[in-house]
């Protein structure tokens, strides 16, 4: 089955689209708070289509999704009862939140690093970080730091790999797509109690 490489070539299109920039932005802040879509998933191909405007890309990517994370932040820290807690209630994330919690117990301002570098969901701590009251200045800097370098690690990437590496990635694309949901799905399974 052809999913992911059909997906990829509506992605492509999306990527040379004219308002791609805003979408991109618009995806960076929302992923900060409650997003589930990676800022990657546009980041990648977007860079892939237009190759000179890499470090903007990666630059718009950054200074959005930490606006997102003050904001997420900011929810933590004045919404927490009213709004904030029923819907990770509703949504199942107490546990997550925990586990956030005793994270920032033991690393603290390293865990927003780590969060803001990784895969691990960054939303989730942006928001803890406002409801234990973390110092906003440092939370800022260290977001700062973490998504900068992931969002232009990945844009110097694409922008280096360039058409070769576009060239394999939709060789494998299906194979791939296929490894990450199954890998995804093994991790929620082992990761849910």
Not at 163 to 178: N, S, T
Request: one cysteine or more; aromatic letters at 18%; proline letters at 5%.
């Amino acid at each position: 089955m052809k999913i992911f490489s059909r997906l990829y070539q509506l992605v492509m299109k999306w990527a040379m689209h004219r308002h791609a920039p805003v979408y991109l932005s618009l995806n960076s802040f929302a992923e900060s708070i409650f997003w589930p879509v990676p800022v990657d998933v546009m980041l990648a191909p977007m860079t892939l289509a237009k190759p000179k405007s890499a470090w903007f890309y990666a630059g718009l990517a950054t200074v959005f999704s930490v606006l997102g994370a003050g904001f997420g932040y900011l929810l933590g820290y004045a919404l927490w009862d009213p709004i904030v807690q029923p819907f990770i209630a509703s949504m199942g994330y107490e546990g997550k939140i925990e586990v956030a919690e005793a994270w920032f117990a033991k690393w603290g301002v390293w865990v927003i690093f780590i969060a803001s570098f990784t895969p691990i969901p960054y939303k989730v701590f942006t928001v803890t970080a406002g409801l234990l009251s973390m110092a906003f200045l440092p939370f800022i800097l260290v977001s700062l730091v973490g998504r900068g370098l992931r969002f232009f690690l990945v844009s110097g990437l694409m922008k280096w790999g360039g058409v070769k590496m576009e060239a394999k990635l939709i060789r494998y694309i299906d194979l791939i797509g296929w490894a990450c949901l199954i890998a995804a799905v093994i991790a929620y399974l082992l990761l849910r109690n």
